[in-house]
């Protein structure tokens, strides 16, 4: 019940009035049945602003760590994230890409929408970037259809680090679905969800008009910041040199 007083009272009109979403191609969301909307990640903003111009439910799988958080403002952001119906997803270990990926299925067997964000975390720098296969072990263990989706704007006004969002346009399309039923039976070949996923990622980036990074997000991460590192350390600040 709070899912949709949330969706239709309080936050869905504030922010279809602050961010003036264009929506384009809403019609390739169906109407009714299992689906995955994958999209790209670019801004915590983009759990919102999606559900809230979706005329169905849509259940994500959200990150353990919004579930944990310390603090007041850990339990509110907890309750806020139970309240909608989001699952938390426990990343750590090496089971945590198939407990995510039997979350998953239990949403798509109901006929419900699940989100994903194949890329497995935000963009750091607005590229987009590898994506992880859990995406379409689901849809070919499910037999369902991925609708593709791009957040367009969302990095530009509401960055990683930035606590609030600045008040800005932002651009929401969906693609048409990607039906990968010619794969049945195949969701155990690493091969064959490799490139389903990168078939996937390729729709997205045609959506997003994003640069396309062969990386996952964490490594392209972890490149750039040891590129700085060793960059600070080749050219130390005037007055800081080694005698």
Known sequence: MFYYVLKYVLLGPLLRLLFRPRIEGLENVPDEGAAIIAGNHLSFSDHFLMPAILGRRITFLAKAEYFTGPGLKGRLTAA???SVGQIPVDRSGRGAGRAAVEEGLRVLRRGELLGIYPEGTRSHDGRLYRGRVGVAS??????VPV????????????PPGRVLPKIGRVTIRFGEPLDFSRFANLHDERTVLRAVTDE????????????YVDLY???????????????????PAPGNAAP
């Open 217 to 235: 997000a964490p490594d392209a991460k972890a490149a750039q910041a040891a590129a700085r590192r060793n960059d600070d350390g080749a050219n």
């Open 147 to 158: 609708v593709p989706c791009a957040m367009v704007g969302t990095f530009e006004i509401q």
């Open 138 to 143: 689901m849809a070919l263990r499910a037999g």
């Open 200 to 211: 996937i990622m390729y729709a997205i980036m045609n959506l997003s008009g994003q640069e």
């Open 80 to 82: 806020f994230f139970r």
